[in-house]
């Protein structure tokens, strides 16, 4: 890991343990549910600390949105059921050892949750 360049916030994209990937991909399964899982074992590390965050955050969001928009018809399950294949999209890319940054959320959690 040493030799590892890490993403913009100083979370390293690649290079965790097979452990830590795993751990960081669990997080987006249910994001709020099981990002708070991940934050609660994850110890000290950055890279699950930011994943467990992140999806904390994005599982929120998702679900205030679709909420929201359960008020016309079904569009509130259809973004529901966007978003979570969103975030299996994204414990696929972390599993893989590839970073995954949501937009504007990933932002929010660098300069606002991990100081």
């Given at each position: 890991?040493?030799?590892?360049?890490?993403?913009?916030?100083?979370?390293?994209?690649?290079g965790a343990s097979d452990d830590e990937k795993l751990k960081?991909?669990?997080?987006?399964?249910?994001?709020?549910?099981?990002?708070?899982?991940?934050?609660?074992?994850?110890?000290?590390?950055?890279?699950?600390?930011?994943?467990?965050?992140?999806?904390?955050?994005?599982g929120l969001v998702l679900w205030i949105i679709a909420v929201?928009?359960?008020?016309?018809?079904?569009?509130?399950?259809?973004?529901?059921?966007?978003?979570?294949?969103?975030?299996?999209?994204?414990?696929?890319?972390?599993?893989?050892?590839?970073?995954?940054?949501?937009?504007?959320?990933?932002?929010?959690?660098?300069?606002?949750?991990?100081?």
């Amino acid at each position: 890991m040493a030799n590892q360049a890490p993403a913009a916030g100083g979370i390293p994209a690649v290079g965790a343990s097979d452990d830590e990937k795993l751990k960081g991909a669990i997080a987006y399964i249910i994001p709020l549910l099981t990002g708070i899982v991940i934050l609660l074992i994850g110890g000290d590390s950055k890279f699950l600390k930011f994943h467990g965050l992140q999806a904390i955050v994005y599982g929120l969001v998702l679900w205030i949105i679709a909420v929201i928009l359960s008020w016309f018809f079904c569009l509130g399950t259809i973004i529901w059921i966007i978003g979570l294949l969103y975030g299996w999209y994204g414990a696929y890319m972390i599993y893989t050892g590839k970073p995954f940054d949501i937009p504007v959320i990933a932002d929010f959690v660098k300069n606002s949750l991990m100081k």
